[in-house]
């Protein structure tokens, strides 16, 4: 099993929920949380409104997939989330041992 936790912008978190709502996911968390990466806070529009903070909102969804649907569900939230400008987000992938 994997998890794979995605760090979105918030206007396409919606989305990326609508594209993994047929997805066989384990289980699945979504979080408001707020962060910056290589844009160090310059000067960006967001959602049309300028920003020049630090911290930028994103919202992180967390989800766990067999690994089997991995690729799968991987490509679909990148595939939705991704727009080739700076502040996308990050999706970061980890093993999950699932005791019982």
């Given at each position: 099993m994997k998890q794979i936790i995605a760090v979105v912008r918030p206007h396409l978190a919606e989305k990326v929920l609508q594209t993994l709502k047929r997805a066989p996911l384990e289980a699945?968390?979504?979080s408001?949380?707020?962060g910056y990466g290589r844009q160090k806070s310059y000067l960006d529009e967001?959602?049309?409104t300028e920003?020049?903070?630090?911290?930028?909102p994103k919202v992180e969804i967390t989800m766990w997939v067999d690994d089997s649907r991995y690729d799968e569900t991987l490509q679909k939230v990148v595939s939705v989330a991704r727009?080739?400008?700076i502040g996308d987000g990050k999706v970061f992938?980890?093993?999950v041992e699932v005791f019982q």
């Open positions: 699945l968390t979504v408001e949380v707020k967001y959602q049309e920003f020049s903070e630090a911290f930028l727009s080739g400008r992938t980890l093993p």
